[in-house]
């Protein structure tokens, strides 16, 4: 099983271009980066749990309820009478997407640390606004540092809010300070250079591979996928042509197909290394994935039939 940690959110997004001096229209989609990513690994074949804290209201419900619908497991969701959180998308013309936050008081900041994980855990994914967001993120942090000292593949996605970070230094040095415990860092170009402040993206993954991780994979939009790996090498695979509808939970795709395909490979559990042609075979499935997600609306990743039949 695939254990999933994050927050769960909906994303208000527009349904539609506005009139002159009138507001769009906003649609709630179920979202959030760990949401997002537990549903993608369940829609491609791995067994996935999700482990947040969810509103009792009806949001959560509408949630919790898809969460089982595509059949992730949620006996580690934990409840509360708090509110959602809400995400306000706004689009720009070429699909990519810019969020405002409405965080105070919301159930997924009081995420309590877990005694346990399930025996069947093989892996375990972190990222976005929950590893931001206090008392929750701490208990987060917690949780990573844990499960990675019991010998958890453990893998990263930063996915930068910079309006949810209040201090920029502080949360850098607490980044540095996670990936002793990170098997795999997986970030956009955007985050790595916000932060590293560098475009020199190659330096930056040599420097963060010397401090834990055993792969770094860089996102780049339609260019492609890019990975670092400790002993030196760098391979990159080109992104898949498609018409972009948006690209709202591409990354979170990005990350539930690296993980299935590393399965795959067996290289989840145990310290096997992937040769070259394997790699690539990784990252060519991710950039498929999320190829899909950006051609269709809103955060909604593929099922394993759509890949196949590609």
């Not at 760990?34 to 074949?45: I, Q």
Request: aromatic share 6%.
């Amino acid at each position: 099983m695939i254990v999933v940690a994050g927050e769960a959110l909906i994303d208000l997004v527009p349904a539609g271009p506005a009139a002159e001096n009138e507001l769009p229209a906003l649609l709630p989609k179920r979202g959030g980066g760990p949401y997002n990513t537990a549903v993608a690994l369940a829609r491609l074949g791995s067994p996935a749990a999700f482990c947040s804290r969810l509103s009792t209201d009806h949001f959560g419900a509408a949630l919790l309820g898809a969460l089982a619908a595509d059949g992730v497991d949620t006996a580690l969701v934990q409840r509360g009478d708090e509110p959602t959180t809400l995400a306000v998308a706004h689009l720009a013309t070429d699909g990519s997407a810019a969020y405002s936050f409405h965080v105070e008081g919301a159930a997924d900041r009081l995420f309590e640390l877990p005694e346990r994980l399930p025996e069947s855990t093989r892996a375990l994914s972190f990222g976005t606004c929950s590893l931001v967001l206090e008392p929750g993120a701490s208990a987060y942090e917690e949780l990573m540092h844990r499960e990675a000292g019991r010998g958890t593949f453990t893998a990263l996605d930063p996915n930068i809010r910079a309006g949810l970070i209040a201090d920029p230094a502080a949360y850098r040095a607490r980044f540095r300070s996670w990936l002793p415990s990170v098997s795999l860092l997986k970030l956009s170009e955007e985050d790595a250079a916000w932060l590293a402040q560098s475009d020199d993206f190659a330096a930056s993954a040599k420097e963060w591979l010397a401090h834990g991780p055993d792969a770094v994979v860089l996102t780049r939009g339609g260019a492609g996928l890019t990975v670092f790996t400790r002993d030196g090498r760098e391979l990159s695979v080109p992104g898949e042509r498609v018409e972009v509808v948006d690209t709202i939970g591409a990354g979170d795709t990005v990350n539930a197909a690296l993980l299935h395909r590393l399965d795959t490979h067996g290289a989840l559990t145990g310290s096997r290394a992937l040769d070259g042609e394997q790699w690539r075979d990784v990252l060519a499935f991710a950039a498929r994935a999320a190829a899909v997600t950006c051609s269709r609306p809103g955060a909604q990743p593929p099922y394993a039939a759509e890949l196949s039949a590609a």
